[in-house]
């Protein structure tokens, strides 16, 4: 929703438009992309290479596209914003008009992010605490499934149309003779259009494997990429405990079925109301206070309802 508001705002600067659209583009983009790669592979490519072992190429390739679409949905509709911490933290920091450690505001989003990783174009949403696994988990599976559709295209284009790949510098000129080729006709539109496609995937692959990677490698040093990019020092607790942080507890779970499962940790750091350690004495005293009035209100409340 933040996108349509940028977009909508009259007084928005140029450049945070540019980039609502451009958020808009790649989240078109991504789908038209995943539903041509299913259906190229359930629908030509898989009933054309794999006469014997057909079904189990179907469930693999069903398998890859519900864990990518599950983890894509999921990290786009969890809520991740700072309004779901506990109440009393989210008020004192309202009251106090600063923020939680580690929770920073999206422009584009219009919120504030717990423990705000960046603004994914490609989910039109910010990847934070609550959403961070769904995005490494989907990820990983986009980068599978893309070099697992580049393959199998690439069996189809030699085995149909009898394209020739030469070893690692075939991406160098296969799409410039394919489409010289096309032009003088001498290839068909189906073989420059899948040609066209092995480096959509390729393009697609590599930089979902290095997202994944990159993830993997600042959740095991309990950073994220704001903080990595800021210099900034991050949270570490131990490797085990960085890990869990982000993915959850019950991890190898959740990277194998498309299940919902509870964050490990609350989403706070520093001390419980989210302030860093070395605060000044009248921040966490008015913390304190904050937390006894939202105690009081939920006590006068329920004295209410009972009378
Ligand atoms: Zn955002």
Redesign the pocket.
């Known amino acids: 929703m933040?996108i349509l508001s940028v977009l909508r705002h009259p007084t928005a600067d140029k450049r945070l438009t540019l980039l609502a659209l451009m958020s808009i583009g790649a989240v078109i983009y991504f789908n038209f992309v995943t539903l041509f790669a299913m259906s190229l592979a359930t629908l030509v490519t898989i009933p054309h290479l794999f006469k014997y072992t057909m079904q189990k190429h179907y469930i693999f390739a069903v398998f890859m596209f519900v864990n990518t679409y599950w983890n894509y949905l999921m990290a786009y509709f969890t809520d991740t914003t700072a309004r779901r911490l506990p109440k009393d933290v989210w008020e004192f920091h309202q009251q106090q008009k600063t923020k939680p450690v580690r929770c920073y505001s999206?422009k584009?989003?219009g919120d504030c992010?717990v423990k705000r990783d960046h603004?994914c174009f490609f989910m039109n949403?910010?990847i934070g605490y609550y959403n961070q696994k769904y995005f490494m988990w989907y990820c990983l599976y986009m980068s599978v499934g893309t070099f697992y559709s580049l393959i199998t295209t690439a069996m189809y284009n030699n085995a149909v149309f009898g394209t020739q790949f030469n070893g690692s510098t075939t991406f160098f000129t296969l799409g410039p003779k394919t489409v010289y080729l096309w032009l003088v006709g001498r290839a068909p539109l189906g073989e420059m259009i899948l040609v066209t496609y092995l480096y959509v995937c390729l393009a697609g692959g590599t930089v979902c494997l290095g997202f994944f990677c990159w993830q993997l490698w600042i959740s095991f040093m309990g950073l994220t990429t704001f903080e990595a990019m800021h210099d900034m020092p991050g949270i570490n607790n131990g490797f085990y405990n960085n890990m869990t942080d982000v993915l959850g507890k019950f991890w190898i779970l959740g990277a194998v079925f498309p299940i919902c499962l509870p964050q490990h940790g609350n989403g706070i750091y520093g001390d419980k109301f989210g302030v860093m350690d070395g605060a000044n004495e009248v921040t966490k005293k008015n913390a304190l206070k904050v937390k006894k009035k939202v105690e009081n209100n939920k006590r006068n409340n329920k004295t209410k309802k009972n009378n």
């Open positions: 933040g999206c584009l989003c992010i603004h949403t910010c």
